[in-house]
């Protein structure tokens, strides 16, 4: 059995389809639009009458050429919607190839820092989708240029009400241009150190060190300071401060200190300690030890393992932490006075 040649009309429909899609890309006015969902619904007919299905093609072309509403000069139909949807379909499939692509190219040089690869994902993300949706768009009929110019004067109008909105929006946007804060980073927003999880137009998502997950608003990380930790590396200092007694041997103490970092396996070693007798109190000498670690994100935990280090460390060289103490002293002459006193009864 040998196979058939296709018929000509099949070969007909096929080359009509593929001047429609030639066409598709210069289209940009309400005739154009007509005549693509014309020659494409020409095809998909030809396509089925060279296959002997003419009267389903003849109830397909009517039902996929039936106006179902109008957008100024253009009609709206089924083959219409039928190809801004696929426009639509192939716009975030682009953009989800893209992404990959740009992953796999970061990658693929080194760049292995996922913030940095975030934002440049979502920005590629935005601008494909926001192509795509102005060609679908175009195609339906509707006028770019008027819809921008209907967009400014709606912008306007409601631009007092939605005025938050807005600036958290293009705060959004300052902030993936400027990646001064990425995903991933350890920051503190008003006195509270949070993790970013996730960077929107709108507001950041974060997690804290009791991990709750708040929401920023992107317009309070632009206006206000922000302590990034992770900005340009990872290193983070880490004081504690402590006090020993007045009668203490310095010396001893300074000694004690510095043995007390020598085990702690997260401190950064290409860093040396710095022990300072940072002042002399009311109560105590107080001193202040000073390490450096590359997560700062457990900052309060390792200050935790270092105060216990010192508290053994003292102990071990026999040195008294002091407390907070008053000494009352009296003259001679009060003493002999207050010595003189009987008790009554």
Known sequence: MTMQEPPIELDQALDTLREMIGEADT???????????????????????????????????????????????????????LIVGVLILFTWWSSNLLQRWVERAFHSRGVTDQGTTAVVKRLLHYLVMAIGLGIALDTMGVSLGALFAAGAIFAVGIGFAMQNIAQNFVSGLILLVERAIKPGDVVEVEGRVVRV?????????????????????????????????????????????????????????????????????????????????????????????????????????????LREAIWWSLADHGITIAFPQIDVHFDPPVTEGLSELRPTG
């Open 27 to 81: 289209a940009d006015t309400a005739e154009a639009s007509r005549d693509i969902t014309g020659q494409a619904t020409e095809g998909i007919v030809g396509i089925l009458e060279g296959f002997g299905a003419g009267e389903i093609a003849g109830f397909l072309h009517t039902f996929l050429n039936f106006p179902v509403f109008s957008l100024g000069e253009t009609d709206v139909t089924p083959m219409l919607v």
């Open 197 to 305: 999880l996730k960077m929107g137009i709108r507001t950041t998502v974060a997690r804290t060190r009791d991990e709750e997950e708040i929401i920023i608003p992107n317009a309070m990380l632009v206006q206000t300071a922000v302590k990034n930790f992770t900005l340009d590396d990872p290193l983070f200092r880490l004081r504690v401060d402590v006090g020993v007694a007045y009668e203490s041997d310095m010396r001893e103490v300074r000694n004690a200190l510095l043995a007390a970092t020598e085990d702690l396996d997260w401190r950064v070693v290409e860093r040396d300690p710095i022990i300072v007798l940072s002042d002399f109190g009311d109560s105590a000498v107080e001193w202040q030890i000073s390490l450096w670690t590359n997560n700062a994100w457990i900052a309060p935990r390792q200050a935790a393992e």
